[in-house]
């Protein structure tokens, strides 16, 4: 996760996550990427059924009922251990989660036991009752999936209507005193609608974005050749990055992220140093607090069927499942051989990543894309789109 409002217009300096000692019980939300620590926000993954079908679902859901699902009684036992074991968030995921009917129960139990509860959901089923009862239990955010403008996102969703559906959960969440924000995940069929999604975060006084690079994971497997390619990539990332100094530079503070491709970090910082930026150095130091990517380390999941895997893209491998044993345990056992190498990834790497001269700040980038491209998890990141030059090995 990359903070561009926050590294190229200036909202965060190196001293704002010192000033909480970096510990991630103690940072607020915003400055939750900078910990010391790395205690894993996670994701749960509460249900695989959805009412939308969308062509790059991770968990390849459809609107059906499925079996398996953790029980309430099993939830709550999770959460408990989460708490104690001081993951800072918990993102309830899907599928759709506001499927689930015991979910508003579950987030307050999180809530209550002092963790920031998080939903990321297609906003669709968020109506104005919906949004009153997610007010009360005190969530942090509620994220919702736009993949473009109205035409291209109902056909990325697979079901007419979803645009304005989603539109009205934001405007309701809004109307209860929620925040909330967009999460907008970048290929070769929306790239073009990325103005439109600036237009309409400003139209709708909407207060943060996510950019997410595709990741070769469930049916988003099969658009790799919809991927952008590296000049593509680039352009994209310079457009996030105008687009968000325009707002700042007219007052309009967005939070502006991108996420799942740290090499997006690296690329800031060249271009800051090309502009001459007085502030490379403190964004160079805040993306070595950062860490680059955090799989296993400071993210993991748990699957609707308890499984925990290093991030919500890895459900081909398990460290284990929270029915036998708690997370915590399951998280910190290092007899797991790719559970150990994961929590020094960059020992690993091969190629030009091991040779990179940003290896610090990136950590090798995404795993599960060098595995699906090349069959082996420690090969290079092919979304990696800087040059050889731009690394240092050219």
């Known amino acids: 996760m990359i903070g561009i409002s926050k590294l190229y217009c200036g909202t965060v300096e190196p001293s704002d996550p010192l000033r909480y000692e970096r510990r991630s019980g103690k940072l607020p939300s915003h400055l939750l990427q900078f910990s010391e620590d790395k205690k894993p926000v996670v994701v749960w993954n509460v249900g695989q059924r959805c009412n939308l079908k969308c062509v790059h679902c991770y968990s390849h859901s459809q609107n059906r009922d499925y079996t398996g699902e953790l029980t309430t009684e099993e939830g709550r036992a999770l959460i408990e251990d989460l708490a104690r074991f001081g993951s800072p968030v918990l993102l309830f995921s899907g599928g759709e989660p506001l499927l689930r009917k015991d979910l508003p129960d579950l987030a307050r139990l999180a809530t209550d036991r002092g963790m920031r509860a998080v939903i990321s959901t297609n906003g669709t089923l968020i109506n104005t009752g919906m949004a009153r009862k997610l007010k009360k239990i005190g969530l942090s955010y509620v994220g919702v999936s736009l993949d473009g ?224 491209v090349t069959g082996d998890l420690w090969a290079p990141d092919p979304a990696c789109y800087l040059t050889d030059e731009e690394i240092g090995i050219g």
Not at 230 to 244: F, N, Y
């Open 149 to 372: 403008m109205e035409e291209t996102n109902d056909r990325f969703r697979g079901v007419e209507g979803a645009f304005q559906a989603a539109l009205r959960g934001i405007r309701n969440c809004q109307e209860a005193g929620i925040k909330v924000g967009l999460r907008f995940t970048i290929n070769r069929r929306n790239a073009r609608d990325i103005p439109g999604i600036f237009d309409l975060l400003e139209k709708e006084d909407i207060p943060r974005v996510c950019f997410y690079h595709l990741v070769y994971a469930g049916r988003g497997s099969e658009l790799i050749g919809e991927d952008l390619d590296r000049g593509e990539t680039r352009r994209v990332v310079d457009l996030i990055i105008d687009r968000t100094k325009d707002l700042h530079g007219r007052e309009k503070a967005m939070e502006v992220l991108t996420v799942d491709n740290h090499s997006d970090g690296p690329y800031l910082y060249l271009r800051m140093v090309r502009e001459e930026s007085p502030r490379a150095g403190e964004v160079m130091e805040l993306l070595r607090m950062n860490g680059g990517n955090s799989s296993g380390v400071g993210i993991g999941c748990v699957s609707w069927d308890g499984a925990v895997h290093a991030d919500q893209f890895w459900r081909h491998y398990s460290f284990g499942n929270v029915r036998q044993r708690p997370f915590s345990e399951v998280w910190s056992d290092l007899t797991h051989p790719l559970m150990a190498r994961l929590k020094e990834k960059k020992k690993h790497v091969k190629g030009r990543c091991a040779a990179c001269r940003f290896l610090e700040v990136c950590a090798g980038n995404f795993r599960v894309r060098a595995e699906a």
